[in-house]
């Protein structure tokens, strides 16, 4: 687990931000996806980024978002790694590059329909890449659904970029999942909460007991 980068998406509160960050994590997701039931405002974000362990990233989450809002959310809570949940263009991250060149670019990708030859078409432009699963309503992301792992290790073994593996995580499965596909690092989200929006401090004990 020592090489593993662990994130926890879906913070909705300073008082999850600071009982998930009493464990090993290196990132928390803040979501501003307008469909997102785990959506968040700007001064909520603001609070929870001011009360955050130094240790811990701070990653902002867009789908289909302006370019112009992405840009104000970063000047505005001062936070330069962004994820990006939709169907953006190459284009898309290629300008946020030419407007801040100091911007770390997370482009999350449905791992069913994701191929290593789509993924290196982004490579100059993206840091990093998030394999994530579909639910029936074509959401992706929190749904609780694994990723096919078959696919995310085809393409972790290929990819020249680094890999985050998320969809459906939980304590119960995220130790074969790492084995299998051998990940940059993990997203976690559902299979840590007790409800929507709210993480589990008993669910991350025990996720964390399992992986080490």
């Avoid at 020592?2 to 913070?11: A, D, E, L, T, Y």
């Avoid at 469909?35 to 811990?56: G, N």
């Avoid at 073994?157 to 074969?176: E, H, M, V």
């Avoid at 790492?178 to 996720?207: W, Y």
Wanted: proline share 4%; charged share 25%.
């Amino acid at each position: 687990m020592q090489n593993i980068r662990v994130k926890v998406c879906g913070i909705t509160s300073v008082y999850d931000a600071r009982m998930v960050c009493s464990f090993p994590i290196h990132a928390i997701g803040l979501n501003f996806v307008k469909r997102s039931k785990r959506r968040i405002s700007y001064r909520t974000a603001k609070e929870i980024i001011d009360k955050l362990c130094p240790m811990v990233e701070p990653i902002l989450i867009f789908e289909n978002e302006k370019i112009s809002e992405v840009i104000y959310a970063c000047e505005l809570l001062g936070i330069n790694t962004i994820q990006l949940h939709g169907i953006e263009p190459v284009s898309y991250c290629s300008d946020l590059k030419r407007y801040n060149k100091r911007l770390k670019i997370i482009k999350a990708f449905p791992t069913k329909e994701a191929s290593i030859t789509q993924l290196n078409a982004y490579r100059r432009f993206c840091d990093c890449f998030l394999l994530d699963s579909y639910d029936r309503n074509n959401q992706m992301g929190g749904t609780g659904k694994p990723s096919d792992w078959t696919i995310a290790q085809e393409i972790v073994s290929k990819s020249r970029s680094p890999i985050i593996l998320a969809g459906g995580l939980t304590p119960d499965n995220l130790s074969n999942a790492l084995k299998r596909v051998k990940p940059f690092g993990v997203d976690l989200n559902s299979g840590v909460e007790s409800k929507i929006g709210k993480k589990d401090k008993s669910m991350m004990e025990k996720l964390f007991g399992e992986i080490g």
